[in-house]
């Protein structure tokens, strides 16, 4: 008997070191087994919003070279935009159920807004404060912010027309939901966490859920993840560094294991977390408040069950580590259509602004095809593509360098041999004309150079643009090299003011200044000029000065519109007396089909007959003859409003072309006036335009009168009116003028 009890114990000791040595193995191989799954899945959240970021950019390319959008946005045509269907989504976006589309035009106005066809606004006008840098330097960059509606991944490119003219932006909005439709096939639940300093701007958010003070991006959120959020804090979960095991179930039956992942805004600081939770239905807490007795059979079964969930661990780590493989083959298929121009094989600009960094020191060399849009006007876009993808292939060919295609038709490489590679390139195209099918045309590129040093903190591609500026006006140098003192900084900060003026109007505007112009006949002011100045706390700027910024800059036609808003409301106490004003318009204005509305609207609003203003508008565009902007001209001349030509005779004069349009006034160009008691030929000049004008019945200014023998010389040719500051200089009121 007593044998049999030594027996049992033996027996007994037995299995419970067994049990106990299995329960503690499994106990390591856990915990291992935890630290591995979480870390896979970690890496898998990341791998998700990064390919989402990335696919966000790739819709936002795919509709960007849309040229029904590009056609839209180069017209100012807006509203076409909004025709159903206008924008076709690509089949394999279908899983993003809800994309947001901002459409801004070259000033950074809103024109479109919508999410997914569910249309919100038209014409908004609003102008995005936030897209300021975005406009001051245009370039396509992708990102994850934090908006008025919640936390979204962002695609912004600009828009470009086929000679790269710079006419608007833009803009796709996805959310994270299909990461999380992704996650929960893999029993993976999400929630997605906005930071607190984020919650004064969150004025629309489209999620209702706010747990602990903090906004939860889910807008279908798991009422049990929910619970679990509130039970355990979200500010402890977000600072996870590994994994945590949620002991508290809250009507999820099986433990939780929480991974955090921080979602990084443009400055690399989070804005946001990513909590993903794993269901863990082998964990051993779970294991242990089952165990009761275990028997022998049911001690080989746990022993089965470890193995089993050791197998099936295995082959679940296995298809993350596969996931992750093809997460990042796609990542890495992604940053190629980013990095790389499709037409020339080049590397883009944004793959530039992330190598620049590692060539400090270097040399960096710009190209550009002098004649390249001679190229396009004579041969078609079609050949002008053949020739920019000839072109940068035999330039990689000959220099065996990375070649970066900035804009249409320039390109930058980074060299430490300038000269000789300079001399590779005219090489290559002067001994070697280029032959392009199927039209068998040869053509003998013509190229401008520029060159600059990589430094930290310059604009090098500012200063590239700035010497190719100078290169291009210099055909016999072999290239030009950038200096310092080239760069108008004044530029900057009249871009700025502008700017202010323009959509802020705090600190900065646009005021009319009216200088009179008088009737030589009577001796009296027939009507004032309103003439434009940018006023900052500073100082003034004249037109001189401004307008060539706001040219560049894509300002012209709002810079009109807030003269006439301006320089109306000011004339108004003129309405309906015999006293005109002169208002000048551009070459952009007249391509818009609201002006005229505008115009219109601006007139009524202050009581103004049409009869009363004068459009001036430079000789150049009626020289130049384009129907749609002659067509223009006789339309607002129908509707009553005077069409002046200013500067006549500088360079474009076309006689014939006065003579077939309906013309109220010719303004001599100033240089004829000037030295026109000292200078014969301008004698002449000023009075074959006066003879030639009166005999179309048109009349006759005189700018630029300064003084008394100007001004007799002006009346002797018979001249109907003179304006000069013989009589008054620009003044920002009517009162203070001579007669």
Not at 437 to 460: H, I, K, N, W, Y
Not at 621 to 645: C, N, P, Q, W, Y
């Amino acid at each position: 008997m007593k044998k049999i009890k030594t027996f049992l114990l033996i027996l007994f000791l037995v299995y419970v070191g067994v049990l106990g040595y299995s329960f503690l193995k499994f106990s390591i191989f856990s915990k291992a087994f935890a630290k591995e799954t979480t870390s896979s899945i970690k890496n898998q959240v990341q791998s998700l919003i990064d390919a989402k970021a990335l696919a966000t950019f790739d819709l936002m390319r795919d509709l960007a070279l849309d040229p029904k959008l590009i056609r839209v946005m180069k017209e100012g045509n807006y509203t076409q935009i909004y025709r159903p269907n206008f924008f076709q989504f690509p089949k394999k976006y279908t899983d993003f159920s809800n994309v947001g589309l901002h459409v801004m035009d070259q000033n950074g106005i809103n024109r479109y807004y919508s999410w997914t066809h569910k249309k919100l606004g038209e014409d908004i006008r609003k102008f995005r404060k936030d897209m300021r840098v975005f406009f001051a330097h245009p370039h396509a960059m992708h990102a994850i912010s934090v908006g008025a509606f919640d936390m979204t991944f962002k695609g912004t490119t600009p828009l470009y027309t086929a000679q790269h003219i710079f006419v608007g932006a833009i803009e796709v909005i996805t959310h994270f939901n299909s990461i999380a439709k992704t996650l929960t096939q893999s029993h993976i639940h999400s929630a997605v966490v906005i930071d607190q300093r984020f919650n004064a701007q969150l004025t629309h958010p489209f999620s209702p859920h706010v747990v602990d003070g903090y906004r939860i991006s889910n807008r279908d959120l798991d009422p049990r993840i929910e619970r679990v959020l509130k039970h355990y804090g979200v500010a402890n979960l977000i600072t996870i560094n590994e994994v945590k095991d949620l002991d508290y179930t809250g009507g999820i039956n099986d433990c939780l294991r929480c991974v955090s992942v921080p979602i990084l805004g443009v400055d690399g600081k989070p804005i946001g977390w990513y909590l993903a939770f794993s269901e863990d239905r082998f964990h051993l807490g779970n294991i242990m408040a089952e165990a009761r007795v275990m028997g022998l059979g049911e001690l080989v079964l746990f022993v089965l069950m470890a193995f089993m969930t050791y197998f099936s661990y295995r082959k679940n780590d296995k298809f993350v580590a596969e996931l992750n493989q093809k997460v990042e083959a796609k990542t890495q298929q992604n940053l190629e259509l980013i990095y790389t121009d499709p037409l020339t094989g080049c590397y883009r600009k944004s793959r530039f602004d992330r190598d620049v960094l590692r060539h400090e020191g270097s040399h960096i060399v710009m190209i550009n095809i002098r004649n390249f849009s001679k190229i396009n006007e004579a041969y078609s876009f079609d050949i002008g593509d053949q020739v920019l993808r000839k072109i940068a292939q035999r330039m990689r060919e000959v220099l065996s360098r990375d070649l970066y295609r900035i804009h249409a038709d320039e390109f930058v490489f980074f060299t430490d041999a300038i000269k000789k590679d300079i001399l590779i390139l005219r090489h290559a195209f002067l001994e070697d004309p280029m032959k392009i099918e199927p039209m068998e045309v040869t053509l003998q590129p013509q190229f401008a150079v520029s060159v600059d040093t990589v430094r930290p903190g310059r604009a090098v591609l500012s200063e590239l643009s700035i010497a190719m500026k100078s290169a291009k006006e210099q055909p016999h140098r072999i290239f030009v090299a950038y200096k310092r003192q080239k760069i108008d900084r004044s530029f900057l900060s009249i871009n700025s003011a502008l700017h202010a003026a323009l959509y802020e109007r705090n600190h900065s505007a646009i005021v009319p200044y009216f200088q009179p112009i008088i009737d030589n006949h009577t001796g009296t002011i027939s009507h004032y000029e309103a003439l434009a100045r940018l006023k900052t706390p500073d100082r003034i700027f004249t037109p001189f000065q401004f307008m060539p910024v706001a040219q560049s800059s894509g300002y012209l036609h709002v810079l009109t519109r807030e003269m006439i808003r301006t320089a109306l409301e000011k004339f108004a106490p003129f309405a309906g007396t015999p006293t005109g004003l002169s208002l000048n318009i551009t070459e952009e204005d007249l391509l818009l089909w609201s002006f005229d509305s505008y115009l219109m609207q601006e007139c009524t609003r202050w009581g103004i007959a049409p009869e009363q203003i004068t459009l001036e508008i430079l000789e150049g565009v009626t020289a130049s003859g384009a129907r749609r902007r002659l067509k223009h001209l006789d339309r607002l001349h129908e509707m009553g409003f005077k069409i002046a030509i200013d500067d006549f005779g500088v360079e474009y004069s076309n006689f014939e072309r006065i003579s077939t349009m309906e013309i109220d006034l010719l303004k001599i160009d100033g240089k004829y006036i000037r030295d026109l008691v000292t200078n014969p030929r301008d004698y002449i000049i000023a009075k074959t335009i006066t003879e030639f004008a009166h005999s179309l019945g048109i009349k006759v200014v005189a700018e630029f009168v300064e003084d008394a023998e100007i001004q007799a010389k002006v009346e002797e040719l018979g001249i109907d009116y003179s304006q000069g500051y013989y009589f008054s200089k620009p003044h920002p009121t009517f009162t203070q003028v001579r007669t």
